[in-house]
Nanobody
Framework: QVQLVESGGSLVQAGESLRLSCAAS????????MGWYRQAPGKQRELVAT???????NYADAVKGRFTISRDNAKNTVYLQMNSLKSEDTAVYYC?????????WGKGTLVTVSS
């Protein structure tokens, strides 16, 4: 089992920055891709960004150029640097980790962007 704990969510003003962290614990060996997803009120959960074990990244079009995903494999932690935040970025942000055929989710951290 892998446990994921997100942190860093907060209330910020539009245009400000925020960094989210997700720490993995438990049987963390062979974790491949890690990523961030978000779910806004009344909407489905959507991909924000992913990063593979070799550092390859993928971003949703809505966040390209504003968000940066990174990971520290030694700390089993993935980060999401969010710049130029917009009101439409308001959502619960969830961390995800892939290990073989298994996928794990954190409980989420709330990001609220006021305009």
């Amino acid at each position: 089992q892998v446990q994921l704990v997100e942190s860093g969510g907060s209330l910020v003003q539009a245009g400000e920055s925020l960094r989210l962290s997700c720490a993995a614990s438990g049987r963390t060996f062979s974790i491949n891709t890690m990523g961030w997803y978000r779910q806004a009120p009344g909407k489905q959960r959507e991909l924000v960004a992913t990063i593979s074990s070799d550092g390859s990244t993928n971003y949703a079009d809505a966040v390209k150029g504003r968000f940066t995903i990174s990971r520290d494999n030694a700390k089993n932690t993935v980060y999401l640097q969010m710049n130029s935040l917009k009101s439409e970025d308001t959502a619960v942000y969830y961390c995800n980790a892939n290990q073989g055929r298994l996928y794990y989710w954190g409980k989420g951290t709330l990001v609220t962007v006021s305009s």
